[in-house]
C-alpha cells in the first residue's frame, strides 16, 4: 500500500479532539489503521496508531516482537511496513512516512 502523506495532510479536516481524529483515521484506512500505544507529553495525553501499509510484513514483525527468539532484521522492509500516527487528545496530528 502506497500512502501519500501529502495528500492526506491536504484532505484532512483541523480536528477537535482525538477522538474526531481517530474517527476519520478510522474511516479514510478501515482495519490498516490500529491503536498501540498512549503516552503523556508536555500534559497532553498522545495517542500513537500504525497505518499498516504491508500487512505480511508487519503481520511477521509483530510476531516476532513477541517471540522468545529475537528477530534477526535484514533488510527495512519491515520498518517500511507501516507509518505511525500520533495523535493528541486536542486533535493534534503528526505522522512518520
Not at 31 to 48: A, P, R, S
Amino acid at each position: 500500500m502506497n500512502i501519500d502523506f501529502n495528500t492526506i495532510a491536504e484532505n484532512m479536516p483541523n480536528f477537535e479532539n482525538h477522538d474526531d481524529a481517530k474517527a476519520w483515521f478510522e474511516e479514510y484506512f478501515e482495519d490498516k489503521f490500529i491503536f498501540k500505544n498512549q503516552d503523556e507529553l508536555n500534559g497532553k495525553t498522545v495517542y500513537y496508531y500504525h497505518i499498516i501499509k504491508n500487512p505480511d510484513a508487519y503481520s511477521q514483525y509483530m510476531v516476532s516482537l513477541t517471540s522468545e527468539v529475537k528477530p534477526h532484521i535484514t533488510d527495512f522492509d519491515t520498518f517500511e511496513s507501516y507509518s505511525t500516527i500520533e495523535i493528541s487528545e486536542d486533535g493534534e496530528v503528526s505522522f512518520t512516512q
